[in-house]
């Protein structure tokens, strides 16, 4: 046996720390925060997610909020998606991208009003994302506050989610929460409290995110676990959450995407918005454009795919991908996450590997601690919740 | 944290070691809660021998993957078939149902007593 998590004094501590700790959670330091890794069993929180629900801390995630008159030509300009085009009550998944075209973060963006957006970014890269999106709205007419530490971060997932957040929901505002659709937000009062409820997740399953002020996540926290007890609701931690997305085929920054790897090569070349244009009609000129302008024409160098593992070791992040089992098989790629899936009860993997060995079917194996362990090339997601 | 067994001895890998004729290995019950949930278990063959000191096999959780280190010299007679068909026995018995091989003890390498491993796993 090797290594044990710790955690260090220096990390900062989520507004619901204290309610981890009585829940007996192992904590574990993520990205500068202390967060719980698990509370009981990581397979249990994650199979409570894909059958009844799971309430996650997300409190360390960083909330940015971009103002002004020209917030939205801002954020066009500092962003590669549209986010002129998107309405009031929407929200978009996008990323920030260096001038070279690789991904600095992946966000989620809200429309809160139309000279206002929230921008939630990585915990791992809110200064990057702060300090970017700072120097490039300058030229507008439009600010940026970080509210990141005011800000607590409370998601509801699974099948139960919009049953447990209606019942706590403010009865005026019930209509309108169970309505939402997905990638949507409204502001509603739950558990007592003024929030913006949002109907998005990183888990594959339906769920709901609660924006809340950090004095008062405590108590939204304790009311929505008891409401949800009798629905299977339990606090997962930040394993399962992990399981969960990989489960999706959801990429997780710094593992599929960072900043050697454009949105193309990830395969959300979809989230590029070479086609935005300005006020005047003319095309957005956002920081990454030429460089992902080229990227869009040219064929990729490598493609994320998803690995199925035909034996039971796991492929982990940085595994090489081989051509074959044989030995002396030359690397034809590289895995970026991997785990035993809970849900599917084999190993999963996704991995950039050469277009030539990208086609679902292709077999393939990963050196896994120094053994050819044989896996298949699968379509992502792995897993696609019952609808 | 629970309890430490005192009539066992420990490595710093954190292996627990059962003098016996034959000896008995397993993993404490705090590197299973660090681990998380086992979901496999990979042990050496039935008569194979094995070295003080040396990964003999691998205990894989969702989270992560551990290697197993022998705190023993000798040859192993036996291995936990329950243990590798259902391996959340080594988080829920990690002392008891969830012991993993029974070695023909030849030497021993460094080992610490149940004191000396709580001591140095709060450290």
Redesign the interface.
Known sequence: MTGTDQSTSEDLLSPLHEEHVALGAALTSFAGWQMPLRYTSDIAEHQAVRTAAGLFDLSHMGELEVAGPQAAAALDAALVGNLTALAVGRARYTMICAPDGGVMDDLVVYRIEDELFLVVANASNVEVVRDALTARIEPYDAWLVDASLGTALIAVQGPQAEEIVASVTAPEDVDAVRGLKYYAWVPGTVAGVHARVARTGYTGEDGFELFVPAEQAAGVWRTVLAAGADRGLVPAGLSARDSLRLEAGMPLYGNELDRTTTPHDAGLGRVVRLDKTDADGRPVDFVGRSALEARAQSQPARVLVGLQGLGRRAARHGYAVLASSEAGAPQVGTVTSGAPSPTLGHPVAMAYVTPEVSAPGTELAVDVRGRAEPVRVVELPFYRRPR | MSELPTTLHYTA???WLEDGAPSTVG??A??A??L??I??L?LPAVGSSVEAGAVVG????????????SPVSGTVVEVNQAAVDDPSLV?SEPYGAGWLLKVDVTSTGPLLTAEEYAAL?AG
């Not at chain 2, 691998?58 to 280190?69: A, H, M, P, Q, W």
């Open positions: 890998e954190h292996e993993i404490t705090q590197a809660e660090a998380g949930d979901v496999y990979e691998e205990i894989e959780s969702t989270k992560s993957v551990s290697e197993l280190f988080n796993s």
